[in-house]
Nanobody
């Protein structure tokens, strides 16, 4: 069964760092674009960052530019999101999604979704 599993969410103080992981099983990321999305209570889901192993594109939502870094380790079928200088407004459940043969960014047509990992940043 193909699935995505996120990990790395935690409770941290403002200014801290976390690294989220998104690992695929049952398929390989070789020709997928993998995006990180977040959903905070009372807000709409938003795209945070995306990396495409299909065309090499990388994108970031403007509020995380310079603080978050996305990377792909195809040997381990994992995409990482390094989050530095975390702010309380980064608090959300973070999900990864994969879309085959796609460029970044994308907002629909995901082939797979993970179940999410919670990031909570206190002030």
């Amino acid at each position: 069964e193909a699935q995505l599993v996120e990990s790395g969410g935690d409770f941290v103080q403002a200014g801290g760092s976390l690294r989220l992981s998104c690992t695929a099983s049952g398929f390989t990321f070789d020709d997928y674009a993998v995006g990180w999305f977040r959903h905070a209570p009372g807000k709409e889901r938003e795209g945070v960052s995306c990396i495409s192993n299909s065309d090499g594109s990388i994108t970031y939502e403007h509020s995380v530019k310079g603080r978050f870094t996305i990377s792909s380790d195809t040997a381990h079928n994992t995409v990482y999101l390094q989050m530095n200088s975390l702010k309380p407004e980064d608090t959300a459940t973070y999900y990864c999604a994969a879309k085959r043969r796609s460029t970044c960014p994308y907002t629909y047509g995901m082939d797979y979704w993970g179940k999410g990992t919670l990031v909570s940043v206190s002030s």
